[in-house]
Structures are given as C-alpha cells and as structure tokens.
C-alpha cells in the first residue's frame, strides 16, 4: 500500500554533513506529519525531527541547531539535513509518516556512521 524508500546514509567524519532522503510511495492521502528517528546499539528508538502540515518543525536538545527536516509535498518526499555530525550521531535512521486515522508507516532505515 504505502512503501517509504530511504537514501544517504553513509559513512562520514566528525564535523560533517550528510542528507538522507526518504519518498513515500503508494497510496498517499491525507498526509498529517513527517518525521525522522534514530537508533543506536542498545538504545531505544529516539525521535530526532518531525514537520507537521504546514510546515511547523521540532527537534530534541541533541539535535537543535545541527539537523533541519524538510519536505517536498510534490514528491512525498521528507530530508533530514545534518550539519556538525557527531560521533554520537552514528545509528540507524528511519523516516515516518503518519496519515489519516493515525495510520503510521516506517522506512527500511539507513546506517549514519560518524568516524575518523
């Protein structure tokens, strides 16, 4: 039905960017909220971004001031710009979207490894 197809991550040293990328594809409707979460070994799945119908954004502390979410709605599209990566940074990232009904659905999620 609904299949979220991500991109971008990578390898990368401290102190640099990456952009991931994930496009939404399927039967798309109602499109409430965009977000992204991380996990990192034996930690729980943390949220890092979401962008809400009209553009509204929230980061966490951990986050603020080095990643921006964006969207583009012609493509279903949701990125996730980091900037000053960290080594703490490194986890596997996942894209998600929720929909009417609260219906929520999951990328494949993407390796970030921040290293020297």
């Known amino acids: 039905q609904v299949q979220l197809v991500e991109s971008g991550g990578g390898l990368v040293q401290p102190g640099g960017s990456l952009r991931l990328s994930c496009a939404a594809s399927g039967r798309i409707f109602s499109l409430k909220t965009m977000a992204w979460y991380r996990q990192a070994p034996e930690k729980q799945r943390e949220l890092v971004a979401t962008?809400?119908?009209?553009?509204?954004?929230n980061y966490p502390d951990s986050v603020k001031g080095r990643f921006t979410i964006s969207r583009d709605s012609a493509k279903n599209t949701v990125y996730l710009h980091m900037n000053s990566l960290k080594p703490e940074d490194t986890a596997i990232y996942y894209c998600?979207?929720?929909?009417?009904?609260?219906?929520?659905?999951w990328g494949q999620g993407t390796q970030v490894t921040v290293a020297s």
């Open positions: 962008i809400a119908s009209g553009g509204d954004t």
């Open positions: 998600n979207i929720k929909m009417a009904f609260n219906q929520l659905y």
